[in-house]
């Protein structure tokens, strides 16, 4: 189990002739809290919607042993891969434990889907208890505040049983608070995870990842701890330079 | 966070608060089946009664709707083929039912070629009829789902292309005069599985009949809205691409929808042939499959008995209104349909849902 990790080779993804992502390879090892950084249009998401089959790619990704490029979106979720999106798309009108439910089922048979839910799986009442949503399980998703929602939506990777998982700006519009919080969380999940950020936030990442990759135009710029990163000066050019001095302000 | 002790509590709570939200369930259905099965019978003459059995048919498509459309968000205003391969199964089996063993129906010694086409024969079993009443429609809403779902056609597209559907089956009828009767159709029943149609008992036999199907098709429907398919079917109206990122694949969850609407459909055509005593291709083109909807649409398409109260309700007002003003019906029904639309997108079942919400807010 610990031999599993993600590894990208010359994934190029391209649109009508435009290159979006560009022979970017990377590998993220389990345990791994790895940011994906990057100005806008550098390819951060198209990079993720690539290997959870949103778009179609070339080259590889693979996950073990199993390639994960151009299967089909529901086929690579179960082979344990899960992503979260930048605006939290969580089932509005289903209550919390009805969420987490439905992300534990994917492999229910016929037969226990006709039937009601008779009680709690125990993934789920972990996942309560990890994302802290124990008290608000009744509640319609729908209600919940912005970030609990976003919580909501990792708790849900999680009883998917992804080891992949892939975070789509999981703090943007959170308070610091919520930030830290959030920060602590994805912590306590990536130990036994492989877990990719994709992120704006510079607080944060430098807070939290313990490895980091800059994409620029669709391609890898730079990679390493955020001391080696924040040190390239082409990082500091496209990037670092504007968006730490940005990041200073809003902190 | 959640300690030990919070997590062991609210588990019985949470299992009462459970049956709590069943019991007006319980008294609702227990409600209807009393007023179907009992009030009705009791209080009205056999015309009415038979225009109520033709109502409780147009309900039992309304259940399936219910299902399709407002738990499924599958517009489907095509439901018409299925009412009508149910019926014409029904039919077809009545007509060879009627002409005796080895007989020809009346209409095809008068269009056709005085012989019963191959494909009729099958049809002269009252079993192979039951069964295939079911399962034509069921059959055929399954390859049609698989084709559309898989290939993510939804929302408006879908809608336009199951209402092409029921044009398309229409004008097929119509042009099948030899075989199924074209424009007339089929009607002149004299028996339903022995029982003699004139006979005003086995008229009212026919009515619980239908009623009890009714009540049936609300239990199976109910099974499924408080199942974890019902939660599931939720999930891919309101966030479809959502439950693919989860590892399911959206299209199955909504075949098994749209066919099991497609089957109470056809089970409802089934039981209208007896009742109204003729279908033809005026009973299940665009403008019946739209007139499904409405009754669905004004009950409340997300609830459980909406559908059921509003189809039979729109139905009994039409019927009424156009005995006192002929030709008054159709803009009444138009403009109580804009009016829904633009106020009660949850149908008048959604009112009682809007009053408990501002209840709430208030205290």
């Avoid at chain 2, 109520?52 to 459309?69: D, E, P, S, T």
């Avoid at chain 2, 009973?283 to 409340?300: K, Q, R, T």
Wanted: with cysteine.
């Amino acid at each position: 189990m610990n031999g599993d990790y993600l590894e990208l080779t010359d994934v190029r993804v391209t649109f009508d002739g435009f290159v979006a992502v560009d022979s970017v390879s990377m590998t993220v090892l389990q345990g791994d809290l790895r940011f994906l950084i990057g100005p806008n249009g550098a390819g951060k998401t198209t990079l993720v919607d690539a290997i959870t089959g949103l778009v179609t790619a070339s080259g590889s990704a693979t996950f073990g042993a199993t390639q994960l490029l151009n299967q089909k979106v529901h086929k690579i979720a179960r082979l344990g891969v899960g992503r979260t999106f930048q605006t939290a798309s969580v089932f509005e009108e289903l209550t919390v434990l009805q969420n987490l439910d439905i992300a534990a089922g994917a492999g229910r048979g016929p037969l226990t889907l006709l039937r009601r839910r008779s009680s709690v799986p125990e993934e789920v009442e972990e996942a309560l208890e990890i994302t802290g949503l124990g008290d608000l399980r009744d509640k319609q998703a729908g209600v919940l505040a912005h970030g609990q929602k976003q919580w909501l939506e990792i708790g849900m990777l999680l009883v998917q049983n992804a080891r992949v998982l892939l975070l789509d700006e999981p703090v943007a519009g959170m308070s610091a608070h919520e930030r830290d919080e959030t920060g602590q969380l994805l912590r306590r999940i990536g130990a036994e995870r492989t877990v990719v950020v994709v992120e704006h936030d510079m607080d944060f990442m430098r807070s939290f990842a313990t490895s980091v990759t800059v994409l620029h135009a669709g391609r890898v710029l730079s990679e390493g701890t955020v001391a080696e990163v924040q040190a390239d000066p082409r990082v500091q050019e496209v990037y670092l330079g504007r968006a730490a001095t940005t990041g200073e302000v809003r902190s | 966070m959640t300690t030990l002790e919070d997590k062991t509590k609210p588990a019985p709570t949470r299992a009462k608060a459970k049956r709590k939200g069943e019991l007006p369930t319980a008294i609702g259905f227990i409600a209807l089946g009393l007023a179907l099965l009992v009030l009705a019978p009791a209080v009205l003459s056999d015309f009415r009664l038979a225009l109520l059995g033709r109502f409780v048919c147009y309900a039992i498509v309304a259940v399936g709707i219910g299902l399709a459309w407002g738990r499924g968000g599958m517009l489907t205003l095509g439901q018409g083929v299925f009412f009508g391969l149910g019926a014409y199964v029904m039919a077809m089996h009545l007509k060879l039912a009627d002409a005796g063993a080895d007989g020809v129906p009346d209409f095809m010694k008068l269009y056709g070629s005085g012989e019963v086409p191959g494909w009729w024969e099958p049809f002269r079993s009252p079993i192979f009829t039951i069964v295939a009443i079911v399962l034509v429609p069921a059959l055929v809403a399954f390859g049609l789902g698989a084709a559309i779902f898989r290939r993510r056609v939804r929302g408006a597209y879908f809608a336009i292309l199951s209402q092409a559907l029921a044009a398309a089956f229409a004008i097929l009828l119509v042009g099948q005069q030899a075989t199924i009767g074209g424009t007339n159709g089929l009607n002149g029943f004299k028996s339903f599985f022995g029982f003699n149609l004139y006979d005003p008992v086995n008229k009212r036999m026919l009515f619980y009949i239908t009623s009890a199907t009714l009540l049936l098709m609300v239990l199976v429907v109910w099974q499924l809205y408080r199942s974890r398919y019902g939660e599931l079917l939720i999930a891919v109206r309101d966030q479809e691409e959502r439950v693919r990122f989860l590892g399911y694949d959206p299209a199955n969850i909504k075949i098994v929808a749209y066919v099991v609407a497609a089957a109470m459909a056809g089970i409802a055509g089934a039981l209208f042939v007896p009742i109204v005593g003729i279908i033809s291709p005026a009973s299940v083109g665009v403008v019946p499959s739209i007139a499904f909807l409405i009754g669905v649409a004004i009950g409340g398409r997300s609830t459980l008995f909406g559908p059921v109260v509003g189809a039979i309700a729109v139905a009994w007002a039409q019927t009424s209104l156009s005995e006192s003003f002929p030709s008054f019906w159709t803009y009444f029904q138009g403009a109580m349909f804009v009016l829904v639309v633009a106020f009660l997108p949850r149908g008048f079942a959604g009112v009682g849902a809007l009053l408990n919400r501002r209840k709430e807010k208030t205290a």
